[in-house]
DNA sequence: CTATCAAATGATAATAATTATCAAAAAGCA
DNA sequence: TGCTTTTTGATAATTATTATCATTTGATAG
């Protein structure tokens, strides 16, 4: 694993609670996961692992550019491998599904954003709201 | 206003402290505000008034379409009057100024959005972070 | 291998944002 | 005016997040 250097290479350690949330948001097709479904999952191979840890490595494996940090409107923020692929999500107001969208070019819409003012873009959070295949075929729903 | 209208169709009153919130919104450049910032400029109006009736009336307001919540990244939301024109936001990360943004096209995002998956996407939320052109000219910053 | 020191953790308290409750006040109407 | 429903303000309860601090862990020097 890359992050590995990416940590030490900093100074900070590759401990085995770290490992684990790594392992966490690399499991289950790397999804956006929140920190309370990280917490769970992190919980099944460290019963007791404090909140507070789960916190402090999110923190810091988004300050690393190891991990992405995604809002999906609801109350809690989400988190997500940087893959180093642009990307962002489709979330299904119905199940709740989230796939992700790799249709966003970010140097495009930079340009746009240049063309009605003088704003230099670095960042953007984007996240599409609807209903999914699923949800609209009557034969398989969920 | 056609607030009032909206709301009465609904069986929803115009009270005083509903119409000091539009105006609240509504001042200031229509600059998107978070509930802190809402509930301290109506306050000058309403001495005493209840956070929670901001609250209340932020969720109400967003339910008829009259106002829209923002995500500006930072923890709390943020909430405009919805002019009926889809625009999104600059936020400054030097100064923390907000512009709006008017340069995208929902439908053309939605249709690239199907051209990839079979996602009906019937909302979206787009915040774009960078420096604005006050920070990045020497001579006039602030 | 053991002593040493900085980094990391877990437990817990403290903040901060948001939501839920409920009795009192206000508004609309007979 | 009296009745009914809505709305409000005060307050408690939740929830997410951050801060503290004593203890543990990991790396390293001797
Ligand atoms: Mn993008
Ligand atoms: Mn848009
Ligand atoms: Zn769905
Ligand atoms: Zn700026």
Do not use: W
Request: hydrophobic share 30%; glycine share 12%.
């Amino acid at each position: 694993m890359d992050a590995e250097r990416r940590l030490r290479s900093r100074g900070y350690r590759l401990t085995p609670q770290r490992r684990a949330v790594l392992e966490a948001l690399a499991g289950e097709g790397g999804r956006p996961l929140d920190t309370s479904q990280i917490h769970k999952r992190v919980s099944r191979e460290f019963p007791g692992i404090g909140l507070a840890t789960v916190y402090r490595t999110l923190e810091l494996l988004v300050e690393l550019g190891i991990a992405l940090p995604v809002h999906l409107h609801e109350g809690s923020r989400h988190y997500e491998l940087n893959t180093g692929e642009h990307r962002h999500h489709l979330v299904c107001l119905s199940c709740g599904e989230v796939q992700p969208f790799r249709g966003c070019d970010p140097g495009e819409l930079a340009e746009r954003v240049r063309d009605e003012s003088d704003f230099l873009v670095t960042s953007h959070c984007l996240s599409l709201f609807g209903i999914c295949g699923s949800c609209r075929s009557p034969g398989r729903g969920r």
